[in-house]
Antibody
Framework: EVQLVESGGGLVKPGGSLRLSCAAS????????MNWVRQAPGKGLEWVSS????????YYADSVRGRFTISRDNAKNSLYLQVNSLRTEDTAVYYC???????????????WGQGTLVTVSS | EIVLTQSPGTLSLSPGERATLSCRAS???????LAWYQQKPGQAPRLLIY???SRATGVPDRFSGSGSGTDFTLTISRLEPEDFAVYYC??????????FGQGTKLEIK
């Protein structure tokens, strides 16, 4: 059974940092792209970042580029998101999602974790 | 960046009725690389449809997707009580950024 379990969220002041983690199990982690998608309270889904299976390709939404860093450790079956210089508008549930490759850099998301809440407030 | 617009924002129907949800793209979605997700309160999104019309594993056949180019549709042929949720479309027809629609809330009438 595919499982994705996020952790690392919490309450942080504006300008602060967090490291989000996603522990994967039940599939060959190194064969899939991995992604972060967030959802602000009461709002829709927003794609944040993607990393290809071997970390050769990494992409970010404009809203987080330069502040967030995605990484993965295939030996540990883990995905990470380092979030720096946090703003109030970054408050959201952050989901990790497994990406299915439809074509080169064309991913849809077939399994999602339950999310971790990041709250940015003074 | 491709912008996806979903309509209607809210759809009020009764169990047993047919639901038709629309997703319109600001430019053509390559190879019909469009997915649909269902999200219930307090839960993570669930993949329903990929490639515009292929059902994901375990998705009941009352869910169907259609469309190409800029216009896509999710149809639920006969609503069950568990189908009342928010539905999002997502395009992956170009390199990131991937975009989601703003969602359609399907509520019980």
């Amino acid at each position: 059974e595919v499982q994705l379990v996020e952790s690392g969220g919490g309450l942080v002041k504006p300008g602060g940092s967090l490291r989000l983690s996603c522990a994967a199990s039940g599939f060959t982690f190194s064969s899939y792209s991995m992604n972060w998608v967030r959802q602000a309270p009461g709002k829709g889904l927003e794609w944040v970042s993607s990393v290809s299976s071997s970390s050769s390709y990494i992409y970010y939404a404009d809203s987080v580029r330069g502040r967030f860093t995605i990484s993965r450790d295939n030996a540990k079956n883990s995905l990470y998101l380092q979030v720096n210089s946090l703003r109030t508008e970054d408050t959201a549930v952050y989901y990790c999602a497994r990406g299915v490759v439809a074509a080169h850099l064309r991913y849809y998301f077939d399994y999602w974790g339950q999310g971790t809440l990041v709250t940015v407030s003074s | 960046e491709i912008v996806l617009t979903q309509s209607p924002g809210t759809l009020s129907l009764s169990p047993g009725e047919r639901a038709t949800l629309s997703c319109r793209a600001s430019q053509s979605v390559s190879s019909s690389y469009l997915a649909w997700y269902q999200q219930k309160p307090g839960q993570a999104p669930r993949l329903l449809i990929y490639g515009a019309s292929s059902r994901a594993t375990g998705v009941p056949d009352r869910f169907s997707g259609s469309g190409s180019g800029t216009d896509f549709t999710l149809t639920i042929s006969r609503l069950e009580p568990e189908d009342f949720a928010v539905y999002y479309c997502q395009q992956y027809g170009s390199s990131p950024p991937y975009s989601f629609g703003q969602g359609t809330k399907l509520e019980i009438k």
